[in-house]
């Protein structure tokens, strides 16, 4: 079965399902049965016109004309045959959860830089050139380090309670439909849901141990001896702390 088709662009998104196109753009969601699409042209490059049976048009856009171009031979080919002339009447709209839009990532990730730039130029120019050139790589160091920590904690509070609470099962290598072998192992929870895990994606064995937290049956690692896992987590927590102690040795020492 072929995955469903996306076209978007920006805070646009259109995904063909079997009986209907589903457009998101911020938090309004946009449901169009197919028998309420008459035909998909062509606008530019990179967009598509839909015309509803009664006429009526909707625009969606995409980011090149080659997903353009595959989204609406995609379209016509699963359009049926009986439409419904009721066409705009068919179509409806949700309201969905809160959005990130494109222009706010943007601006946060510009307002960051910003301060990022007035931070090395005033320690430059208060501290000397050489503190600035310090600060300019001190910076990113200690977020780098606090994300660090952050990661190694979060390694060590899911061992934590998967030891408490999860379930080992084996999980097989999964093959693709032509028999070529893929980098991850599946397996198949108490509900008969099935996840992927990429432990041991670079073992030849046909078959890994993993535990699964029964609460969150994505959540999983791989079974190793204690040993093991007890001198990873410390050598990733000891370089996490070295880096975020230099990171922020960098940015106070032109300040003590």
């Known amino acids: 079965m072929l995955s469903p088709q996306v076209l978007s662009k920006g805070d646009q998104s259109t995904v063909l399902r079997p009986d209907r196109l589903t457009t998101t753009e911020g938090r309004q969601i946009t449901h169009i049965p197919l028998a309420a699409v008459q035909e998909v042209r062509p606008d530019g490059d990179t967009a598509l016109t839909i015309v509803l049976t009664d006429g009526a048009t909707r625009r969606i856009t995409g980011g090149n004309a080659y997903a353009a171009t595959a989204f609406r031979t995609a379209l016509t080919a699963a359009l049926p045959e009986q439409r419904d002339p009721a066409g705009s009447a068919l179509v409806t709209t949700e309201e969905g959860g809160a959005v990130i839009k494109v222009w706010q990532v943007w601006v946060g990730a510009l307002t960051l830089l910003a301060a990022f730039g007035g931070y090395v130029w005033w320690t430059g120019s208060a501290h000397g050139a050489d503190m ?35 379930i080992t099962v084996a999980a097989a290598r999964h093959y693709y439909p032509n028999g070529k072998r893929a980098s991850y192992y599946k397996y198949t929870d108490t509900s008969g849901n099935e996840h992927t895990t990429d432990y041991g994606s670079g073992r030849p064995t046909q078959e890994i141990h993993i535990v699964y937290d029964p609460e969150a049956p994505s959540t999983s ?36």
């Not at 600035?132 to 060590?156: K, T």
């Open 221 to 256: 690692v791989a079974v190793e001896p204690l040993y093991s896992t007890v001198v990873k987590h410390l050598f990733y927590a000891s370089l996490s702390l070295a880096v975020l102690a230099l990171g922020l040795w960098g940015v106070l020492a032109p300040y003590i």
């Open 132 to 166: 600035g050139f310090i600060a300019f790589f001190a910076a990113p160091g200690a977020l780098f380090g606090v994300l660090a920590c952050g990661g190694v904690y979060h390694s060590v509070d899911t061992r934590v309670v998967l030891r408490r609470r999860g």
